[in-house]
């Protein structure tokens, strides 16, 4: 069974930096695509960056350039670097693990809240 314990989360004012880390384990962490999401109140739940197997990676659009993702094979962790934070970044974040046969698993999310 796969399992992922999110850490990083917190309160931090706009323009602040806070890095998100997920640990995985009952999986061969390097066969994954990983992903963030973050679900605001009243919002659907959001990629906000995701990364292959191979390394490539992906971000929405109000992200790029400002967070970036990235994962320890070694410790079977990814990382989200959040840069410049800003109110809208406020939401849970949720790690996801899509493993190599296709199944989903999530985190339990953290929260992220930056304010003004």
Do not use: H
Not at 65 to 83: C, E, H, P, W
């Amino acid at each position: 069974q796969v399992q992922l314990v999110e850490s990083g989360g917190g309160l931090v004012q706009a323009g602040g930096s806070l890095r998100l880390s997920c640990a995985a384990s009952g999986t061969i962490f390097s066969l994954n695509a990983m992903g963030w999401y973050r679900q605001a109140p009243g919002k659907q739940r959001e990629l906000v960056a995701r990364i292959s197997p191979t390394g490539s990676t992906d971000y929405t659009g109000s992200v790029k350039g400002r967070f970036f993702i990235s994962t320890d094979n070694a410790k079977s962790t990814v990382y989200l670097q959040m840069n410049s934070l800003k109110p809208e970044d406020t939401a849970v974040y949720y790690c996801d693990c899509r493993t190599w046969n296709g199944n989903d698993y999530w985190g339990q999310g953290t929260q992220v809240t930056v304010s003004t």
